[in-house]
């Protein structure tokens, strides 16, 4: 989904290039995620099992609607959550933020093993969402595990190296 990579870099630049203006950005995410959500959802009324039909193929409406969904969500987020910058969920999204290619490479990874064992298509919804909620959590408890280890063995490293 190299377009929601895409997507993600855009915002990325427009909040840098408007001086880190976080109320501007967030106004920009609810337009052009409400302007995605009607265009994708049009296109899957029209062609539902052609545009979001296929796991890993998305095609246009798929993604328009997906790229929309969460363009909303997060705005809806800022919105409730405006004055609690330092709240729990402000802090997840600006850590998953800070470290989206590795969450992401853990996240494919666990959920391609994962779906050998769980068979998602196989699944109802309640089930999926369990298990979306199962890899999420999953995740994040390997990333801290691994950034946790990798300090470990720097600091390590580094002691062995000071004593030399």
């Not at 998602?120 to 199962?134: D, E, G, I, K, N």
Request: net charge positive; proline share 1%.
């Amino acid at each position: 989904m190299i377009s929601a990579i895409l997507t993600g870099y855009v915002f990325g630049r427009l909040y840098l290039s408007n001086h880190q203006c976080a109320e501007y950005l967030y106004k920009v995410c609810a337009q052009l995620g409400a302007a995605l959500l009607v265009i994708g959802g049009i296109w899957l009324a029209i062609d539902f099992k052609g545009q979001f039909g296929k796991f890993f193929n998305l095609n246009g409406g798929g993604i328009s609607y997906l790229i929309g969904l969460n363009l909303c969500a997060l705005a809806a987020i800022q919105y409730i959550f405006a004055d609690k910058y330092n709240g729990p969920i402000t802090r997840a999204l600006l850590y998953a933020s800070k470290h989206v290619t590795a969450l992401y490479v853990i996240q494919w990874v666990l959920i391609c093993w994962f779906m050998g064992v769980f068979g998602y298509h196989t699944q109802s919804l309640v089930p999926t969402l369990c298990l979306m909620a199962l890899m999420s959590l999953l995740t994040f408890a390997i990333h801290k595990m691994y950034l946790q280890t990798k300090l470990t063995l720097l600091g390590f490293k580094q002691k062995s190296k000071r004593a030399a």
